[in-house]
Structure formats: structure tokens, C-alpha cells
């Protein structure tokens, strides 16, 4: 747009001169001028929204959409939007999400980036690398760390409010997630490129287990889940991942250095957290919300442990489908 700018701006004058010096020449130079600025007044980069949140719609959006997660939604409403709001943090907010498939990880980084990019993943400013689809390749480790570093200074190089999302860390080789360690740590810049503002989240399953059996220690001691503080989870999640043996996390040295803000607890879903789900799902496709209906697909779900069967083996994973057929 700059290039069409200063295009018209030079150009103009020249065939104007042949024509009527003085005037023609003025009236390019103003007419190349409101060009420029113009394109740039009408094409807003959406980089600069990225400080606005709109913590009430926010808290909306987790309300109707994620259940059973009230360690992660106070967790998430209380550090982006400080976040986001301090001018000059000292490095990039990170965070860690941790359970089982079908918790919700996903979705919340999904509402995160869409609150703070409209268009959610697929605005250019959130970036999202999926393990398995982007670094496949074991001996390709090293490639992988180049490419990670590049893409990295790349984006943020552009717009420092950048978003990036690591999904299946779990399932990343050992070492790889440490490529970005320089730039999850406190320094003012690297190679003139501030990371500051930048947001790193990583998705695993790592600690899943734990959180399970925390989870299954408060039902069975008559405890509400609700009163799981993070304070009682979120040292033993930074160890889970430290030492899981199948995991991108594994010693890994954004937990040595304390590089990850928080470590985020994605509690199992109980039968009613998967009504829930279904209930959101037929009302979002705009069906009237039939409660027979509704029980017969979370019904449908595996749940464990065997004796008790309390949580959803695949959270709401499969609710979509399982609604679809029932419809
Ligand atoms: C924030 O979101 C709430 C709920 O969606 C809405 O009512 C309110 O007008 C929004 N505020 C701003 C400043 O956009
Ligand atoms: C930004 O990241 C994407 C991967 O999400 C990559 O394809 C792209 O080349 C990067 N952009 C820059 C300017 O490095």
C-alpha cells in the first residue's frame, strides 16, 4: 500500500508537468498524499487491537462455552487482561495448560486468541504449531529449532503483540520447545526484536493423571471439585512435565528457569460438565433444547474410573458427533 502510495506521488507530478506545471503538480502531490494516508486510516493493522480485551465479554464467552474449569477460567481472566494492559511488561506472558483430551485446553486458547484478534487462529497475528503436523520428523530436530526460531522473530518482528500456541507439547521431541527459551526469558531484546508482549500458550496432556487423581481424592472425600485451589496444583504440574518421560517439556529449560507463568489445571469433566456441553452444542446449531436428548448423548460417553465411572474418558471430545447422530 506504501508502494502505491508513493507511486501516485511521484508519478503524477511528472505527466502533470507536460500539462499545467504548477497547479497539476500541487494537486498530485495532495492527491498522493490523501492516497497514502488514506489506505493506511482505512486499513488499520489489526496488530494495534491487540491490547484491547473486553474482560466482561471474555468472562461471557468462558461462562457459556467452558465447563467444569474454574481453575482455569480465574486463572486466564486474572493474568491476560493484566497482561495485556501493563505497557511494559518485563517478558512475554506464559502459560501452560495441562489435562486430559477433550478438557477444554483447545478451546480456551481458541476464545483467548479470538478475544484478543477477532479473527481468532485465523487472524495473522496467532500463530499455531501442532506437534504432530508441524515437527514429524525426529531427525529433523535440528531444521525444526531454525525454523521455530525464524518464524518466531519473524512474527513478532511484524506485530509484538503476537500469539503463539503449541499444541501436543506433550508429544514434541525432547529439546525442540527449548529453541524459544531466549525468547520467554527477561531480556529487553534480542537482536533489536522486543518479545515482551508477546503471548507463548503450550497445550499438553502432561500431569493429566494427577489432576485426575486429585480431582477423584476431592469427590471421594465429599470435597467440591471448586475448592481445589491452583496453589494445591500448580507445583506439581511444573514437575509432572519436568519429568514426564513423553513429553516436549521434559527437562526442559523454560521450568528450570522459571520461564512459564502459570501452570493451568484442566480438571476431568463429570457427567453433568458433559450435559452442559451437549446443552451448548444443540443450542448453538439452534435446536430446542430437549433434555431426554440431552441425557442420551452424555449418556453415551465412557466414563471412569471402572467402579465409580465419574469423568468423561474423552471430556466433550466426541459430543459433536455423538449429538449429530441422535438429530
Ligand atoms: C464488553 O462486552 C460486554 C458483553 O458482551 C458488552 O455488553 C459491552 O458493551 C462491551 N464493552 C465494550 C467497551 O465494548
Ligand atoms: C510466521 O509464522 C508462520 C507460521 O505460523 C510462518 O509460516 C511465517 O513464515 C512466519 N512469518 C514470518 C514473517 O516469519
Partial sequence: MKVVGALVWLLLP????CVEPISMTVGAIVTGVITYYGVHWYSPDQCQLGGNINVTALQVDFEENIFGQHLAKRVILKAVPGFLENRNPKKPLALSFHGWTGTGKNYVSQI?????????????HVHQFVATLHFPHADLIDVYKDQLQLWIRGNVSACERSIFIFDEVDKMQRGLIDAIKPFLDYYEHIGGVSYRRAIFIFLSNAGGEYISELALHFWKTGREREDIKLSDVEHHLALYAFNSNDGGLWHSSLIAKNLIDFFVPFLPMEFEHVKMCV?????QRGFLEDEDLISTVAKEMTYYPKEEKIYSVKGCKTVSAKLQYHL
Avoid at 14 to 17: H, P
Avoid at 112 to 122: I, S, T
Fill in 279 to 283: 446443552r451448548a452444542e444443540v443450542r
Fill in 112 to 124: 483467548l486468541a479470538r478475544h484478543v484478534y477477532p479473527e481468532g487462529l485465523k487472524s495473522k
Fill in 14 to 17: 511528472l505527466t502533470a508537468r
